[in-house]
């Protein structure tokens, strides 16, 4: 998910960015820890375009949807950040498919099992 800044969230202070964060945002995401995670970084210093990149790793596609659902009832969706894009995709789904040795990526997300290597990411 590729997410931009709003006026809001400039005009924020420290203290408050972070009074927001864990009473408003926290609880969402607590919600929905069991079947999606989140990790998250900041690129507002490499591009001008974009100010943070969220990627949802995610055990259950239904539980992803319900999880937009409740940031699109909070101050995070379009008063704190605009969403600029969501890109899905599916965790080394060619090696998979075609049965080819696996590359290297990151630690595992904790959401892989034997029977499916399917996540989604929302990545640039």
């Known amino acids: 998910m590729l997410l931009k800044n709003a006026a809001a969230w400039e005009g924020c202070t ?11 945002l926290a609880p969402v995401l607590k919600k929905h820890t069991s079947k ?5 970084f900041d690129v507002e210093f490499y591009s001008p375009r974009i100010t943070d ?16 659902e409740d940031l699109r009832k909070n101050p995070f969706w379009n008063r704190y950040f605009k969403i600029i894009e969501t890109l899905a995709g599916v ?4 090696a998979k ?28």
């Open 14 to 24: 420290v203290a408050h960015a972070r009074e927001w964060a864990q009473h408003a």
């Open 97 to 124: 498919n075609y049965y080819c040795e696996l590359i290297p990526t990151w630690p595992d997300s904790g959401f892989r099992d034997s029977k499916s290597r399917t996540i989604i990411q929302d990545v640039a």
């Open 36 to 40: 999606v995670t989140l990790r998250y």
């Open 53 to 68: 990149i969220w990627i949802w790793c995610v055990k259950d596609v239904d539980a992803y949807h319900h999880l937009l």
């Open 91 to 94: 965790e080394e789904a060619y």
